[in-house]
């Protein structure tokens, strides 16, 4: 066997972009003070991250030969016979994704759009939305680390670098299994998609309210814990109120 291409740009931008994205957001969650004006990129990246999901999923049915989902193998036997197979050294090499890797993608997708989801809910006071919306973080560091893991099993049983492939793009893999082209359009188009969603979510942003107006949807989103926000807005009602009184009397 040779080295061939096998993943197409599409799939490799995504995959760096959303490795770096989730890190920044998970590094700035855990070091930087909610009330920091820094806070704020920990938000625009998950909101970034939410959206090439959302691409990600439209490529993985109109995309390539092996960025397509029916081409993940998802069966409970098949993650159990490659299990087997890459403790002992004597697995099947896969070209596309193997079933570990095909679980894992479709759980981080899952993962990341439950973050947004929860990210949004947090932004109403929600207690549950904040709860569920670290376990999930935790979840994906969780996931991360076991992928991390796998690909270095991987790597030193079958003497293949698979990470290397998510660079260039080839695999050693039979020739009979590789994508006759990388898509380096759509790949820019991706990135254009992507580039055009952060800078208009950066745009939408008030810093004055410490609000966000999404892109196409138009909905404001209050960022940060909706409930203080709404305790301020309270108070500032009821000073006013006093003030109109005393001003009356």
């Known amino acids: 066997m040779k080295r061939v291409l096998i993943w197409d740009i599409p799939v490799r931008l995504f995959h760096w972009l959303l490795a770096g994205s989730f890190l920044g957001a ?14 704020v990129a920990h938000m625009w990246l998950g909101g970034v991250a939410a959206f090439m999901v959302l691409l990600r999923l439209v490529w993985g049915f109109v995309g390539s030969r092996h960025a397509r989902f029916r081409s993940f193998d998802l069966r409970p036997a098949a993650l159990a016979g490659y299990l087997r197979g890459a403790l002992s050294g004597k697995g099947e090499r896969r070209a596309g994704h193997n079933p570990a890797n095909a679980l894992a993608a479709i759980a981080m997708f899952a993962l990341v759009l439950g973050l947004a989801v929860t990210g949004v809910g947090m932004s109403t006071g929600s207690e549950a939305a904040e709860e569920l919306h670290e376990m999930l973080a935790f979840a994906m560091v969780a996931l991360v680390a ?18 290397l492939g998510m660079v260039d793009g080839r695999k050693e893999a039979d020739p009979a299994a590789a994508i006759p082209k990388a898509h380096a359009l759509v790949g820019l188009v991706f990135v254009g998609l992507t580039g055009l969603w952060a800078g208009g979510l950066y745009d939408g942003y008030d810093p004055a309210t410490h609000t966000v107006t999404i892109p196409l949807i138009g909905k404001t989103v209050q960022l940060g814990e909706g409930e203080e926000h709404e305790e301020h807005g309270e108070h500032g009602e009821h000073g006013e109120h006093e003030e109109h009184e005393e001003h009356d009397d």
Do not use: K, M, Y
Not at 146 to 163: C, E, K, P, S, Y
């Open 26 to 39: 998970f590094v700035i969650a855990n070091t930087v003070d909610d009330e920091s004006g820094l806070f």
């Open 146 to 163: 076991l992928h991390v893991a796998g690909v270095a099993l991987h790597t030193v049983r079958h003497r293949d670098n698979i990470a």
